[in-house]
């Protein structure tokens, strides 16, 4: 049995006349009489009764011009969902971020990539850098957005979604509150919040050293796992934290954010996704990215 066949059978169902039907397949009659009769003949069936002044459907062939019509249906949809697919304009995509960028314009390039691409399925996931680098690997997300300080990225193409500095964080009660910006050697003796190590050693050792290099020597050192929680023990004059400056805008009452004076690493956020394996949702998504 032949596509065509069934196209052609249900344009006669729907006729009910073998020669409207062949003008509006734009063939000739006898073809299409042709294949109608060796559909029957392959299914061993009569699917119209034919006279010299009218054809009718057979009980067979008001069943078979019901399912006909649901396969075409099907196979129509689902060749218009492969073109769609192929355009980048329907499917998946899964997309890993540090909380991090929860406070840039990525809600912005989300929420713009819904609106242009609407038949597309987003799987957001909240995940640190290290997490969305396994799952990059174990093909578990398509895209993710990390916190970039010398990891090794082979392997993996990147976009440069995001750069800024540093700040830090105190209570506003602080001695150095009401100060445009701060040093490093003017933090002696204070109590460091700092985000776990285990997520970026390299960076915490880094700030570390940079803090020894100003003669400061914290009087502790207490690690969280979410930027939210240590923005709340700097509310509750627990000590101060070195933060990403967009962290400010969450606008905790009794903290203030303070620029750094001395030379401190800078915040990047990459766009990472395996080379070569790019779907054309993936590509929609990252041209989009090219306008934030």
């Known amino acids: 049995m032949e596509l065509r066949q069934l196209k052609y059978f249900v344009a006669v169902a729907e006729d009910l006349h073998f020669g409207k039907a062949a003008r509006r397949l734009n063939i000739s009659q006898p073809p299409l009489s042709q294949q109608i009769m060796r559909l029957e003949e392959e299914m ?39 073109s769609s697919m192929a355009r980048g304009e329907e499917g998946a995509l899964s997309i890993g971020f540090v909380v991090l960028v929860t406070q840039t314009v990525f809600s912005d ?98 700030i570390l050293e940079l803090f020894s290099q100003a003669g400061v020597n914290p009087s502790m050192i207490q690690e969280t796992h979410r930027h939210i929680t240590t923005i709340a023990l700097v509310a509750a004059g627990m000590g101060i934290a070195p933060m990403p400056a967009s962290m400010g805008r969450l606008g905790r009452e009794g903290v203030v954010y303070l620029p750094i004076a001395d030379p401190f690493p800078t915040v990047e956020v990459l766009a990472v996704w395996p080379e070569g394996r790019c779907s054309p949702v993936l590509e929609s998504f990252l041209d989009l990215l090219d306008r934030f």
């Not at 699917?47 to 075409?72: I, K, Q």
């Not at 713009?112 to 957001?124: E, G, I, M, T």
């Not at 690997?137 to 392997?155: E, P, T």
């Open 109 to 206: 390039v989300v929420m713009a990539f819904r609106r242009s691409w609407p038949k597309v399925r987003l799987d957001l996931r909240d995940m640190i850098t290290n997490q969305q680098l396994a799952a990059l690997a174990s093909g578990d997300i398509d895209v993710g957005f990390i916190r970039y300080y010398g990891q090794s990225l082979k392997g993996l193409a990147r976009k440069v979604f995001l750069k800024e500095s540093y700040v830090v964080a105190m209570p506003s009660q602080h001695r150095l509150a009401d100060r445009s910006e701060v040093r490093l050697s003017e933090l002696k003796g204070e109590s460091l919040i700092m985000f776990n190590r285990a997520y970026h050693p390299e960076l915490f050792d880094t």
């Open 44 to 82: 061993g069936a009569k699917l119209f009764n034919r006279t010299s002044r009218s054809v009718e459907l057979t009980p067979e062939g008001v069943y078979f011009r019901d399912e006909a019509r649901a396969v075409l249906e099907r196979i129509e949809r689902a060749a218009e969902t492969v």
